[in-house]
């Protein structure tokens, strides 16, 4: 119960400083969420996107899932949590920008790494398997390279292939081309706290703002 006592004081620290400390944006905010941008991040403890980019409520719409996936268009019956928030951010908040933002040392990617196949878990194994052309991709990529060499590089393709998923939401396409939505990949990386954006002229994750940097 320690756990959740230290977070009930925390609650109580939020309710006292941002809360009643900044009542006008609460106020604000009673009327609506008009977030502008969607982040899809991983469920990863250390990766919370709105702390990472210091953003306020009403500034992030999140969504988060193992390994931060976005599974492609598929419009059938089944249930589709990530889909369902990308389609309410891009159709009805008419978010400007959608941000992959994967990180290093991710335990679903290396998770799909370290298995054949599904594994031994019911539901990760599936999940995370639908990146396995990423890992087939780095695999052939870099033989022979050291298990966290694959797996960062990995954690990158897969966030390209979320990417192309991304492109398959009709709706998500039509504002793309239309230079309405702008969608980014980025990377956080935990050892050196750097954070890289995807550059898709040279190819490669290049650093937005190192750690020291003001
Ligand atoms: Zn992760």
């Known amino acids: 119960m320690e756990d959740i006592s230290r977070m009930i004081a925390g609650f109580r620290r939020f309710h006292n400083v941002y809360f009643h400390g900044d009542k006008e944006l609460f106020d604000e905010l009673i009327g609506g969420q008009r977030p502008k941008t969607l982040v899809i991040g991983c469920c990863d403890s250390r990766v919370d ?4 980019t210091d953003s306020a409520p009403g500034e992030l719409f999140v969504v988060r899932n193992v390994a931060n996936l976005v599974p492609p268009y598929e419009p059938d ?23 992959v933002l994967g990180h290093s040392q991710c335990g679903g990617i290396g998770y799909l790494m370290n298995h054949e196949g599904v594994g ?39 966030i390209l292939l979320s990417l192309d ?42 650093s937005l703002v190192t750690a020291d940097a003001s």
């Open 77 to 99: 019956m089944a249930h589709h949590g990530i889909s369902s928030a990308l389609e309410y951010a891009v159709c009805d908040l008419q978010v400007q920008h959608v941000i």
């Open 49 to 52: 996107p709105a702390m990472i």
């Open 165 to 206: 998923n991304l492109l398959t939401f009709p709706w998500l396409r039509r504002r793309a081309e239309q230079g309405t939505l702008s969608l980014h990949g980025w990377y956080f990386d935990l050892g050196c706290g750097e954070l890289l954006s995807y550059d898709p002229h040279s190819g490669v994750f290049k």
């Open 120 to 158: 031994d878990r019911e539901f990760i194994g599936h999940w995370v398997g639908m990146m396995a052309a990423a890992k087939t991709e780095v695999l052939q990529r870099l033989p022979g390279k050291s298990a966290e060499v694959q797996q960062r590089a990995c954690e990158q393709a897969a």
